[in-house]
């Protein structure tokens, strides 16, 4: 990924999801692919809410719908009769590259011009790392869990969010913080140790900003808090350690510390070394401390309750006036910061819903609620999204990639007062959050830390680490995180899916690593739903697959694979949920996933199989303003609540959402359940239809499949009879055979094939004669045995699902782009190219291109009136980007050869250089003299 250090690389698992091929940009814009109506960017868009912004100016919606949907129509077309159908054109239509306007690097929805104002404790970076800020110090801390202990001291400093690598004024996903500032210590090796026991960091408490870290030590456990005096040159940094919890001996060695003199009763100086550090040591309270033989290490013997020390480092002289002054220094008592627990964030911020939100979904059984996000903050802290849970009374806790965890009240049925409070701050890049016993767990790097509210104030005071073993690498950038019945807790990274026991004391793997997981399922009984995205290394498409369960033990899918996403439909998977709840009416016993890459959502229908599940997915009318990133059921009322955020490789309009899935109760038709056999599909719906609706005519199958390149990122749609073909196989639907159980119908459909992708499409009726839609997509890992009552299918036919694996392809968007220029003969006619139009720089305005270019060139198809008028400059600058000719359409268009439209005379290299110079120029209506 480029434009990426190699630690971001690690840590952005989101915003890396699929690199794609070349640099970070979206190609030259090209004309529609195919004239076939289906193929149309400009088209079928009249049922998305969001088809007028800027990032869906080229978007292709409902592909396979609009695909099937048109082929029903010609049934009596002659010209329409083809078995092998076109394939997939890509994102925005394959328009503009493999990942089209999404893969371009500018196309932040929320470009914030002011930087967050930085918690005074932040984790970020390398694992363990902890950045403590003092303003009225100029000074930052990195503190070191490992040690534990300060491992930097930076004067003149401060922490600095530069902007993002999506070119924003503003990180909003908190990849880029940073410390800047003059290295004033550096800690080599740690300071404590205690024999052959760990010291670990368990927690630490706050206070209005101030942090004191608690370390376990065995059965005991120790306080430390830190403070500063001073800056630059006379800062003077006091550390002072609680032993409340009992202590075993430990030994402390100040860093960098020559022979130590005892300057007093209780009193002991560590001089530096060589211009280092001073550190003037005093303890009481009842500790009981000596010299080891060194003269330079302090060893701990015994602590009473109210045993404590204390260390003040600085750098200067050491003589008796600047000890006395530096003694004076008043220290903070750790027991009092975990005892006050004062608020950061008192304060509470409220915004409002919008219920009904998206027309597409509004008349049908789930409406989509808006809900508002504090977008203007007094922290300017960007609100993406990434996880979400509730406790038991239906207060949400939502966490951000800045490190956030918000905590939200007034999710009822108006929502007219939702109430914000930030619950805490500064948090590694959490990816996940789930609430357990009333407690938010959140899933962070290499950590899953356990916030706790413990004086009710509505705001965290503790933040401990929960895990007490280390997570394995693969784990270590966070992911989504879920819980079983048992209380176990799951994690997913790229070499496997981890279970974390219930005390976070021990971790198995239960599942295989994939290409970026983004999201996890867990049912109650431990069984996982990961996911991996499309890419290379034998990943052609994006996909939905399990851990290792008694259920699958004997799957022949490839990886416990159970569903390939059609990329159209699911460019890049976020998470899923297993809903197990009536109160969200049909698919109330269902899982309900979510694409990141394309802001929707869809059910999904696992069929177990005989061993080797398999599943299906619909896509559920509505649409979410951002990357749809988690899912989360409020126990309060059943409902389905999503988040998401803008990142790389997605359709936002928001830079973050938030939204509620609402049963309405109204009529619904869901597919609850399907098998696919050898001679057709087997669909089971929630409710009863009218046979009489059960027409041939008004139904549509299709097969296709991707490859798994070792080399080639992605893949083109192939067919599922012939192999090396580019396309779709039309099914032929040969009968619809109602069952007698009213709810289900039997597809026969005796060419059917196992394949990775499978569409039935047509519409229903139900017995009142009300309408509805049939969109199914399957993927079937094996067939099942001859449906009884249909024609029996060729015996002959395979029943399991072979995965093509090959080395390489090329370049997927090229063979797909070819592919469609063959078809039309785009590639088999030399064009023409237009009379050569002399210019010079000083000619070029609007009244030049008018009269050479749009009047002689292109006003037969642009003419006013028309719908891609440019007989105007206002209608002209459209489709310019004034000063940047490479973000202009107009030229992207020229460039593709696609403008003029085929088969007229092309442009004139000179008279499209002509062009771009005319816009490098701002675009200029008239000369200036």
Not at 262 to 278: R, S, T
Not at 505 to 530: F, I, M, T, W, Y
Not at 854 to 863: L, N, R
């Amino acid at each position: 990924m480029k434009g990426f250090s190699i630690a971001l690389i690690i840590t952005a698992e989101l915003l890396c999801r699929a690199a794609a091929q070349g640099v970070y940009d979206e190609k030259p814009l090209r004309g529609n692919l195919s004239d076939l109506p289906f193929a149309q960017t400009g088209l079928g868009r009249e049922a998305h809410r969001f088809a007028n912004a800027e990032v869906n100016r080229y978007r292709i919606y409902d592909y396979y719908q609009r695909q099937a949907q048109w082929h029903i129509e010609q049934a009596k077309n002659p010209a329409a009769q083809e078995t092998l159908l076109l394939p997939f054109t890509g994102l925005d239509g394959g328009r503009r590259g493999h990942w089209g306007v999404t893969n371009e690097v500018s196309i932040q929805s929320l470009k914030r011009e002011k930087p967050p104002i930085l918690p005074s404790m932040l984790s970020r970076g390398e694992y363990g790392l902890e950045y403590m800020t003092f303003p009225a110090n100029e000074s930052v801390i990195v503190y070191d869990l490992r040690l534990p202990g300060i491992c930097r001291v930076l004067t003149s400093a401060r922490l600095i969010s530069p902007p993002g690598p999506f070119r924003g004024a503003v990180d909003c996903w908190g990849f880029t913080i940073q410390a800047e500032g003059k290295e004033w210590l550096q800690t080599i090796q740690p300071e404590w140790s205690a024999g052959s026991q760990t010291i670990a960091f368990k927690s630490y408490h706050t206070n209005a900003g101030e942090i004191a870290y608690r370390h376990e030590v065995g059965t005991s456990a120790f306080l430390e808090q830190i403070s500063l005096d001073g800056k630059a040159d006379d800062l003077v940094v006091i550390r002072r350690f609680a032993f409340a919890e009992g202590m075993p001996e430990m030994r402390f060695n100040p860093q960098g510390a020559g022979i130590v003199k005892k300057v007093a009763d209780g009193f002991y100086l560590a001089p530096g070394q060589d211009g280092g550090c001073q550190h003037l040591l005093q303890f009481g309270g009842g500790l009981k401390l000596s010299l080891d033989t060194n003269g330079k290490t302090f060893v701990l013997h015994a602590a009473t309750r109210n045993a404590w020390m204390e260390v003040r480092t600085w750098k200067g002289k050491q003589d008796a006036q600047a000890l006395a002054r530096i003694n004076r220094i008043p220290a903070r008592d750790p027991l009092q910061t975990i005892q006050q627990k004062k608020p950061s964030f008192p304060q509470t911020i409220i915004t409002q819903g919008h219920l009904n939100a998206d027309p597409a979904a509004a008349k049908g059984a789930y409406e989509i609620d808006d809900i508002n996000l504090p977008m203007e903050n007094p922290w300017n802290q960007p609100l993406t999204l990434s996880g979400i849970d509730f406790d038991e009374n239906g207060i949400a806790y939502v966490c951000t990639m800045v490190g956030d965890v918000w905590r939200i009240e007034g999710l009822d049925n108006e929502l007219k007062q939702v109430k914000w409070r930030r619950f805490a701050s500064g948090l590694n890049l959490p990816m996940g959050l789930v609430v357990v016993d009333g407690v938010p767990h959140v899933s962070c790097r290499k950590q899953i830390i356990k916030l706790h509210d413990q004086n009710a104030d509505l705001e965290a005071d503790e933040y401990e680490q929960f895990n007490r073993v280390e997570l394995p690498l693969s784990a270590e950038n966070g992911g989504d995180l879920r819980c079983d019945a048992d209380g176990n807790f799951y994690r997913n990274g790229g070499v496997g899916i981890f279970s974390i026991s219930a005390d976070g004391k021990q971790v198995k793997q239960v599942g295989d690593g994939s290409r970026n997981p983004l999201g996890l399922a867990v049912r109650n009984d431990g069984l996982v739903l990961s996911d991996s995205s499309e890419g290379e290394n034998y990943n052609g498409a994006c996909t939905v697959f399990e851990s290792m369960h008694p259920e699958n033990t004997h799957s022949s899918s490839k990886k416990r694979r159970i569903l390939y996403l059609p990329r159209g439909i699911d460019s890049s998977p976020g998470s899923r949920i297993f809903i197990n709840d009536p109160r969200f009416g049909p698919l109330g016993h269902s899982i309900l996933g979510l694409s990141y890459g394309t802001g929707t959502w869809y059910s999904m229908l696992r069929d177990e199989n005989e061993g080797t599940p398999q599943a299906a997915l619909c896509p559920m009318p509505g649409e979410f303003a951002s990357g749809a990133l988690r899912l989360a059921k409020n126990p309060r009322d059943g409902q389905i609540y999503c988040v998401g955020l803008d990142g790389w490789g997605d359709y936002a309009v928001q830079e973050g959402c938030f939204h509620r899935i609402r049963y309405s109760r109204k009529k619904s038709l869901v597919v609850s359940d399907w098998q696919a056999h050898r001679n057709g599909l087997l669909i089971h719906f929630h409710e009863p239809v009218d046979p009489a609706s059960l027409q041939r005519e008004k139904f549509f199958a299709q097969q296709w499949n991707t490859v798994d390149y070792q080399i080639t990122y992605g893949s083109a749609d192939y067919s599922a009879r012939s192999p090396q073909e580019i396309g779709h196989d039309r099914l032929q639907i040969t009968r619809i055979i109602p069952q007698q159980d009213p709810r289900v119908v039997f597809f026969e459909i005796p060419d059917l094939l196992p394949a990775m992708y499978t569409q039935l499409h047509g519409s229903v009726l139900d017995p009142s004669g009300q309408s509805f839609t049939l969109d199914f997509y399957a993927t079937i890992n094996r067939l099942r045995a001859d449906f009884a009552g249909a024609v029996a299918s060729d015996a002959e036919k395979p029943d399991t699902l072979v995965v093509r694996e090959e080395e390489q392809n090329g370049n997927t968007y090229e063979v797909v782009s070819g592919f469609f220029d063959k078809k039309v003969g785009r590639d088999a006619i030399k064009r023409p190219i237009a009379n050569k139009i002399p210019w010079t720089a000083e000619q070029l305005d609007y009244e030049w291109v008018r009269s050479n270019v749009i009047e002689q060139k292109c006003i037969i198809c642009h003419q006013a009136g028309t719908p891609h008028d440019l007989s105007t400059y206002e209608k002209l600058s459209a489709k310019i980007v004034p000063g940047n000719p490479n973000k202009s359409h107009l030229i992207g268009m020229l460039k593709t050869s696609t403008m003029p439209p085929y088969p007229l005379p092309l442009l004139d290299p000179s008279t499209i250089e002509a062009l771009e110079q005319w816009i490098k120029m701002g675009a200029p209506k008239e000369r200036k003299n």
